[in-house]
């Protein structure tokens, strides 16, 4: 998966390959540093920082999972945002972890033949309007007098 590298507004940005079938924690957590480190690279490229990952998985039968995972809005701005391979790698691991324990729980393990890892909510980005679409000038609309209430009108005659 190769995103548009172009574009001026970029909503995501991210890597998937598809392999022989793996299963097995190790293999799966090799595989998603590999794909995170390929991840990583590309932010830092750009000198971007995501907030939000995304894990998409891919099983032998082609059963597909995503699983999403935001960092934390609150607390330090350093921590809200992520951009190098261990930063991905700890965010995205418990998901593959649960998704691991979960087919192992059902009975058979998790086998997979594509992963992928995607970020999103990039630090700073907006979205450009759609034409004709203005944005709200916050500050002008903070300073500016709330509205007077309109009087109550009296019901008209029939």
Known sequence: DDDD?????QK?????????AISGEPKLVAKLGEIATLVADRLEARGIR??????????TSFHVTT?????????PK?????????EIVAMLKPLLLDEIRGADAGGEPLTIRLMGVRSAEFEGATAPLAKGQTRL?????????PPRPRPASSPRPA
């Open 12 to 20: 995501g940005l991210g890597n998937e390959r598809t392999f022989r």
């Open 78 to 86: 350093e921590a809200r945002y992520v951009q190098s391979r261990d």
């Open 50 to 59: 995501a907030a939000k990952l995304t894990l998409k998985l891919k099983t």
């Open 67 to 75: 699983r999403d995972v935001s960092c934390p809005r609150d607390g």
């Open 5 to 9: 590298d172009d574009a001026t507004f």
């Open 137 to 145: 000038d916050f500050e002008r609309f903070r300073s500016a007098e």
